[in-house]
């Protein structure tokens, strides 16, 4: 009876406020009231911070965004008389409504985001059985010795902890490929790995056949395993020691848990944060979800399973067939089934593995597109607002997610729409200038405040616009394809560490130039007209800044385009851990203040190195002291690779020697030991970032990038045409050797894939990428942008064409 009381209160006084907006009154009357609302929005951001507060800012926000879209919807289409005109304009609305959809659902959902306490681990006795299984298809026995020491160095009983590598890559069908060289290569794999498995004490499992890609693997390490609990890692998902202290106690809180999901953190930046050079002072992408969103979906049981750096509950997915793999987003889709079941999820909001983001745009945007295939599959054949079983603000929180992977079209047409007005004096949006101002200008200024309101620690602004753009371009296509035959796509893996010798233009850089010569000529056309033709109204010049906008967007994109050379081999953590380095007979005490997979950095005082160090004694041993309890590791084999003074201290950077499994651990115990590294590192970043200073910066990026991307082009061009003039009658590209580089397996960038790592550059300095003979990048034909954007229609294509698969009929191959 309350519940329905209070319900009947909301919707009076929706129907209230509804009638109230859309009463008319003046274009000076409505400035002057969304100027006051922007006033008290601003006194209640500076002086007050708690949560009636919060929701006051937004409830006016709110009120100024709907009256917004009412004058938007009655007043400004254009003529049905014009047909041209009143299409493109109902487009352009179209694309309007569907952002002021997706913001006010963000706000329902982000309005109050949980943060939860840690419970506690309880008595040793009282402990689940927990399995952690590490699916691999590619990845080599270095990236995977760094993940599976990790694991078994995690804090938690021995006894009631068994690791699981989930090989995918050593199959019996792989195993069996026609093609020789694949088959031994899969044979090779398999003992490499097996072995692997027997040194770390973690039990090898592979399959019959590679079915349902990962989700079937995962699947198959359920049918052999039998903890209670079941923790997912992707391979270059490395965990820290505390990952089962900080989540286990959640289960013995609630039986009908099924679900306690952790924030995927990186290590290295992707292609925009390594182009616009953000990493050290930017917050990641992702942050803004995993620190945000997944908290705010927590609040209403609507937190998701991210594919990895999670833990499961065996008996829910007994309960609902095991991990589903009807989409190519199994994480999501698990998580959908057995929310419909009743059964409840936790998010906890502390990073607790490392990982890897995708280095080349190439890479980014494939992962990008499969992300956006899946969820658009599951919207189509298991729709949320139709699942039984999910509570009414559940529904809204999947069709949130799903919905939002809609982006690239209206981020088209915003893009677009300025030009038909330049160009073809199309008039798609009838207001004057002072209406312009009332209601648009206040509108965006108020959205923006809102936006940077909840999510500015998180995300500067206009980032959004600009990774929306950047991806829009290639992500239109995936979803025509996947909404024209939904069951169409294919899980693909995401290339991981690839080696970027040399800077260049990325091969999908040629559609980004086309845009913005597009754009800049509508730039000067506007201007033109409206300076010299006669008749143009001031309207031009309101179009004339929206497109200029739209280049400044376009300009720093180019800058993500114009692809950096790495530098660093592997990526590197700051931490803080105590030490001590025998070299030359000598023993110092050090503070080591940054690793990686291939090194170090320590500190120590004055007292130096020994004599000839670095000359006749460059190679030592490096033990650390352990951390928060964890168990004493070998000591780590280690070459001097360069020394410097700061101040009083000395700084070493060392190099580790090849290492053994027990030489893993060590490196495991050393990176991975403290979580509180990784989060040190995060919060350094999240500083807020003003609505003025986050303008400042994109128009210095759409202002200067452009000139660096045309650079690139040029060096391309030129690099291009001295190779066809020193070998005029070669046809084949050459391709230059490298080493392969061994890194610590960190994550991925969402919780959709499976995951590649690519060679990498050797060096000296393992913190410093040394520029090695290479392939240029910039040397390759400029239709390459072509080929990928037709990669995966391609990849279906081979895929249809192979014979079809039958089942295996004896049991998968299982080491401990």
């Not at 129907?15 to 006051?36: G, H, R, Y």
């Not at 072995?195 to 399959?207: A, D, F, N, P, W």
């Not at 999670?310 to 987003?329: H, K, N, Q, Y």
């Amino acid at each position: 009876m309350r519940s329905a009381l209070r319900w009947t209160v909301w919707m009076m006084s929706a129907v209230i406020v509804l009638a109230l907006l859309s009463q008319p009154i003046s274009t000076q009357d409505q400035l002057a009231m969304s100027l006051c609302a922007m006033a008290a929005m601003i006194a209640l951001w500076v002086f007050f911070d708690n949560p009636p507060a919060r929701f006051i800012f937004l409830a006016l926000g709110s009120l100024v965004v709907l009256r917004y879209m009412f004058w938007r919807v009655t007043n400004t289409l254009p003529s049905p008389s014009d047909p041209v005109s009143f299409g493109f304009g109902l487009v352009l609305l179209l694309g309007e409504l569907y952002c002021v959809f997706i913001l006010f659902i963000s706000l329902i959902i982000n309005a109050d985001p949980l943060r939860r306490a840690t419970p506690p681990m309880g008595p040793p006795e009282d402990l689940p059985t927990v399995d952690i299984f590490v699916p691999s298809y590619n990845e080599d026995a270095g990236i995977l010795s760094t993940t599976l020491s990790a694991a078994k160095l995690i804090d938690y009983p021995a006894d009631r902890l068994r690791v699981w590598l989930l090989d995918d890559g050593g199959t019996d069908q792989k195993c069996a490929d026609p093609d020789p060289d694949a088959a031994q290569a899969a044979m090779r794999r398999r003992m490499e790995l097996q072995s692997l498995c027997q040194s770390l004490g973690v039990t090898y499992l592979t399959r019959s056949r590679n079915q349902h890609a990962k989700a079937g693997n995962l699947n198959n390490g359920l049918k052999h395993s039998q903890g209670e609990i079941i923790v997912v890692l992707d391979a270059d998902h490395v965990p820290f020691r505390s990952f089962l202290r900080e989540t286990i106690g959640h289960f013995a809180a609630d039986p009908r848990l099924f679900l306690v999901q952790t924030p995927h953190a990186f290590l290295n930046p992707d292609p925009i944060e390594r182009n616009l050079r953000t990493f050290d002072r930017m917050p990641s992408e992702n942050e803004m979800f995993y620190s945000v969103t997944q908290r705010g979906l927590d609040k209403w049981n609507g937190s998701f399973f991210c594919g990895s750096a999670a833990l499961l509950r065996r008996r829910a997915l007994d309960e609902a067939g095991g991990f589903s793999g009807v989409t190519i987003t199994e994480d999501c889709e698990t998580a959908f089934e057995l929310h419909s079941r009743g059964w409840n999820s936790i998010y906890v909001d502390t990073p607790l593995i490392a990982g890897l983001q995708p280095d080349t745009l190439v890479a980014f945007i494939g992962q990008r597109s499969r992300w956006c295939q899946g969820m658009f599959q599951i919207m189509m054949l298991k729709n949320p607002l139709f699942k039984r079983g999910l509570h009414p603000i559940q529904k809204l929180a999947y069709l949130s997610s799903m919905t939002f992977w809609f982006f690239p079209v209206p981020r088209m047409i915003f893009m677009f729409a300025p030009l038909l007005h330049i160009f073809f004096d199309l008039k798609i949006f009838v207001a004057s200038v002072d209406e312009s101002i009332a209601y648009t200008a206040t509108y965006i200024v108020i959205n923006l405040m809102m936006q940077n309101y909840v999510y500015g620690k998180f995300r500067w602004p206009f980032v959004s616009e600009l990774y929306e753009y950047v991806q829009g371009l290639y992500l239109i296509r995936a979803i025509v394809s996947v909404v024209t035959s939904p069951r169409k796509p294919t899980f693909n893996v995401t290339a991981k560490g690839a080696a970027l010798d040399q800077d260049h233009l990325s091969p999908m850089a040629w559609p980004y130039f086309a845009v913005y010569f597009i754009l800049l000529i509508g730039c000067g056309t506007a201007l033109y007209r409206y300076l010299l033709e006669p008749g143009v109204t001031n309207l031009m010049l309101v179009v004339g800044l929206w497109n200029f906008f739209n280049l400044l967007t376009a300009g720093a994109a180019l800058g993500v385009v114009a692809e950096r050379r790495t530098t660093e081999a592997s990526p590197s953590l700051a931490i803080d851990r105590r030490g001590r380095l025998v070299l030359g007979g000598r023993a110092l005490d050090v503070v080591i203040e940054r690793a990686s997979a291939q090194g170090c950095t320590i500190r120590f005082g004055a007292e130096g190195l020994p004599p000839g160090a670095g000359t006749a004694h460059r190679t030592g041993q490096l033990s650390v002291v352990p951390f928060d309890g964890a168990p004493v590791q070998v000591p780590l084999p280690v070459e001097i690779g360069g020394i410097s003074q700061a101040g009083d201290e000395t700084v070493v950077v060392l190099q580790f020697q090849p290492l053994d499994p027990k030489g893993y651990g060590a490196l495991a115990s050393l990176m991975y030991g403290d979580a509180g590294a990784l989060l040190r590192f995060q919060q350094s970043r999240r500083r807020h970032k003003n609505i003025v200073s986050g303008t400042l910066q994109l128009m210095w990026w759409g202002l200067i990038e452009p000139f660096r991307a045309a650079s690139y082009a040029f060096k391309a061009g030129h690099a291009t045409a001295r190779d066809a003039a020193a070998k005029p009658a070669s046809i084949l590209p050459k391709q230059g050797a490298r080493q392969p580089l061994l890194t610590p397996g960190p994550a991925r960038s969402g919780a959709h894939e499976e995951t590649r790592a690519a060679p990498s550059a050797p060096s000296d300095n393992p913190l410093v990428v040394r520029q090695a003979p290479a392939r240029i990048p910039g040397n390759e034909s400029a239709t390459d942008w072509v080929r990928l954007m037709l990669e995966f229609e391609n990849d279906r294509l081979l895929e249809g064409s192979g014979k079809p698969s039958n089942r295996g009929s004896h049991d998968p191959l299982v080491r401990t």
